[in-house]
Structure formats: C-alpha cells, structure tokens
C-alpha cells in the first residue's frame, strides 16, 4: 500500500510540473551528451597517440643548395658518414630500422602530397633534402639522434615527427576539454532546474504534504516521491543522452567517418562502451542529490 502510494503520488508530481519536467530531460540530455562526447574525445586521443607514436619517424634533413649550412650542400660523403653514425655500436640498439630517401624520390613525394597545389610548381628537387627516415625503438630515445648527428657535417637538421604529433593532439585535448567544461555548465543548470521543479512541485503539494504529517508520516516517505520523480526526470535524458553516444560511434565514426579517413583507427563502440554507464550514472546520482536537498530545505529538516 504504501509502495502504491509512493507512485501515486511520483505520477501526480509529473503530470502537474510537465512543462517543467521536459526542461529537466532536454537540460540533462544535453549535459550529458557533452559529458560523453568529451569522454570519447578523450578515449580517441590516447587510442591515436599510442598508434602514432608508435609509428612515428625521425628525420634526418640533410643539407640542400638553398640551405644556410656551414660546409653548404651535403655531399656524398657526408650522407655515408651520417649512414655509418646510423650504424655504429653506439647508435644502433636504439633504431629499429633507417632508410635513405634521395632528392628525386624526396620530391616524387612532394608531388604526390600536394597534388594540385600551386606550390608544387615552384618547387624543383634541388630543394627537397636528402632524408634519412629512421624508426626508433623506443621512440623517447630521440634526443640519443639529435644530440649526436645534429652537429654532423652536411645535417641541416634532425626532427622528431612527434612534435608535430603534440601540436594536433594539444587542439584535439582543447576541444575536448571545452565540451568537458560546457557539461560542466550544463550540469550545474540541470542541477539547479531539478532542485527548483522539486520545490515548485512541493509548493503546488503543500496541503497534501501537509496532511500526510498530520497522520504521521516520516519525512522520508514524504521526500521519496520528490526524489524519484527528480530522477525519472534526469534519467529520461540520460538514455537519450546514452542513444545518440551509441548512434555517434557506430553509425557517424563507423560508417561516413572512417570511410572519408581510413588511416585513423577509430574508437570502436567495444571500447566507448563504458561511456554509456557512466551517463546513466552521472545523471541519475546528480538528480537524486539535487531533488533531496531541495525537499529537505523545503520541508526544513
């Protein structure tokens, strides 16, 4: 009897604050549907850089024509040198394997990359530097290149792909944190809208709150209705919330995303899994906290 009375009184609470409940849904379904995508952002950066730096390339550049190197243009003994620096005792263990690239397959590259580029017309092979590509190891040991073959005849300069890799990862963290901090907002408004439809929804109850203390009720039967209609309320956003996240990763990155770019190896729906818990999780604690202070202030307990 009492549990009956419970939901009777949640179902009354819903279909006199409607207006008020569908704000809560929409404001929560929105908040945490930043919340998720923050955290698949987050998921896909270390899933990228794990694969990247893995595969990421030291080069060794050496000089050209048009370069302002002490001893001018890298000769054919200063490419050998630097071959043999590669394959000395001392370097050896740290690389996993090097290759050459002369000039004309330097600049066959070059072509290939900016294809229908302007830029590749002003371009002629003198200007592209003989490379040494060497894959390390343990592709932290990169200073062990640069501090030894930096100041070697004919090495115009030796560059860890890698650096290049931070400037995108350090934009793709910013926008994720941006989405994170935007949640955070939204979150907080959700939070604030629980508490004042709760209070709202008392107010409207006061005669029947009133009555219920008159026979005797506890202050916990009086507040559980409260609570669970708060968390009805935020747990219908957060399904939807939790929906779009699974249609966001297995029918948007998944189909016309990882078609467009197939070299990124996207986050699979297997590891964005927990996400979606954790949504359902968020929203429903955030709105239980929320809704029972309200009432306890209201009721002042």
């Known amino acids: 009897m009492r549990f009956g009375l419970i939901w009777s009184e949640v179902g009354n609470g819903l279909r006199r604050n409607l207006s008020m409940v569908v704000s809560v849904v929409l404001v929560t379904f929105i908040s945490l549907t930043f919340v998720g995508t923050a955290a698949l952002l987050q998921l896909q950066i270390a899933q990228m850089k794990t694969y990247w730096y893995d595969r990421a390339q030291v080069a ?16 054919a003994q200063s490419v050998e040198a630097v071959k043999k620096q590669l394959e000395s005792p001392e370097i050896s263990p740290y690389i996993q394997k090097f290759y050459f690239q002369d000039q004309k397959q330097g600049y066959e590259q070059f072509k290939q990359q900016f294809k229908g580029n302007q830029i590749a017309d002003y371009v002629t092979p003198e200007m592209i530097p003989q490379t040494f590509w060497v894959n390390l190891k343990d592709p932290n040991r990169s200073d062990v290149l640069t501090e030894t073959l930096s100041s070697s005849p004919g090495v115009q300069s030796v560059v860890d792909q890698r650096s290049y890799l931070d400037q995108i990862f350090r934009i793709l963290s910013a926008g994720s944190y941006t989405a994170l901090g935007i949640a955070a907002l939204m979150l907080v408004a959700a939070v604030l809208l629980i508490a004042t439809t709760i209070r709202l ?4 109850r006061r005669r029947e709150i009133g009555i219920m203390r008159l026979v005797g009720a506890s202050n916990r039967f009086i507040q559980t209705p409260f609570i669970i209609e708060g968390v009805i309320a935020a747990l219908i956003g957060a399904v939807l919330s939790a929906t779009v996240i699974w249609v966001l ?53």
């Open 60 to 75: 060794v550049y050496m000089c050209t024509e048009t370069d302002n190197c002490p001893g001018g243009a890298a000769t």
């Open 201 to 204: 929804s008392a107010f409207s």
């Open 249 to 301: 990763v297995e029918v948007f990155v998944h189909g016309p995303l990882q078609a467009s770019i197939p070299s990124i190896n996207f986050v699979s729906m297997e590891q964005a899994w927990p996400v979606i818990p954790l949504v359902i999780v968020i929203g429903a604690l955030l709105a239980a906290l929320s809704a029972n202070f309200a009432i306890k202030r209201y009721l002042r307990v």
